[in-house]
């Protein structure tokens, strides 16, 4: 697995010897910006509007805008006196509970891949098989592309995950939705039927399927495009009008149930047949 950083985790006197792999690749259709009469990729130029001319790269600084308008100038110097000291090791402060860090706190998720040598190995199963048997994961912190970065190492089946968390102060308060949710109520009636909607509507997580059905989309008109197909212009869909959240409620419920059925009957039908299969045979 190709990494894009080696290292080592550090807890106690334990060096456990590891690669930082990315785990999630987006794969959505990626555009370019064309001139529309040729169809030539457009370029962004970095340009001064006060010397109305482009400027060079090493004519560019950093800034920091204090007050509409107005900025500190910053020289790489500036910045160096504040740069984290650059290190190659994720240090463990905290074993925590995985459960008690909400997943808002999440940023991005990475594989942790153990040494390459049989016998650097050990010490990368041992961390996973105790937190596994713990029920937690640790919180540490390592430097990345000159940024410091809090960290939660944590077990993903037969592997180590190091999810980068935001830190408290980078989280947005949400005590005004708060206030709003607390100074509402709702009638137990409309609280019992939601609840039989959600019931109706529960499933275990299988992300296989959940397709995204606007990629796959995209993709079909791409291709039609490009061979040549006219493209039809949906018709709008006016959204559908509901007045009475307790009919809406009566309606969601009865749709959830009709269309569970089919799905039901299949699975019904395909567990008979395992059954049948697994059954032994009288001779």
């Not at 049989?118 to 994961?137: D, I, S």
């Not at 708060?178 to 992300?207: F, I």
């Not at 959940?210 to 993709?219: A, K, T, V």
Request: proline fraction near 5%; hydrophobic fraction near 40%; glycine fraction near 6%.
């Amino acid at each position: 697995m190709r990494t894009i950083w080696n290292g080592s985790i550090n807890f106690g006197l334990v060096n456990i010897p590891i690669g930082l792999a990315v785990a999630q690749q987006r794969k959505d259709v990626a555009f370019r910006t064309l001139h529309h009469e040729c169809g030539t990729p457009i370029k962004q130029k970095r340009y001064c509007p006060k010397h109305e001319r482009d400027v060079e790269a090493d004519e560019l600084v950093k800034g920091w805008e204090f007050t509409k308008g107005q900025f500190v100038v910053l020289e790489e110097s500036d910045l160096e006196s504040v740069a984290v000291e650059r290190s190659q090791s994720i240090d463990i402060v905290r074993f925590v509970h995985v459960d008690e860090v909400d997943p808002i706190y999440y940023d991005r998720t990475y594989y942790l891949a153990p040494a390459s040598a049989v016998a650097q190995r050990r010490p990368y199963v041992l961390l996973l098989e105790a937190m596994k048997q713990t029920g937690l994961g640790a919180v540490g912190k390592f430097v990345l592309w000159g940024k410091e970065n809090l960290c939660l190492v944590r077990p993903l089946g037969d592997s180590l995950a190091l999810e980068t968390l935001f830190f408290a102060e980078d989280i947005r308060a949400r005590s005004e939705i708060d206030d709003a949710v607390g100074e509402t109520d709702v009638p137990d009636a409309e609280l019992s039927m939601a609840v039989q909607l959600v019931e109706s509507l529960a499933g275990d997580y299988d992300p296989a399927q959940f397709g995204n059905e606007y990629r796959e989309e995209l993709r079909a008109m791409l291709e039609a495009k490009l061979a040549g197909e006219e493209i039809a212009r949906p018709e709008p869909v006016a959204p559908a009008q509901v007045a009475d959240l307790m009919e809406a409620l009566k309606k969601s419920v009865a749709q959830a149930k009709a269309l569970r059925e089919p799905a039901k009957r299949s699975r019904a039908k395909k567990d008979g047949a395992a059954a049948r299969k697994r059954a032994p045979t009288r001779g």
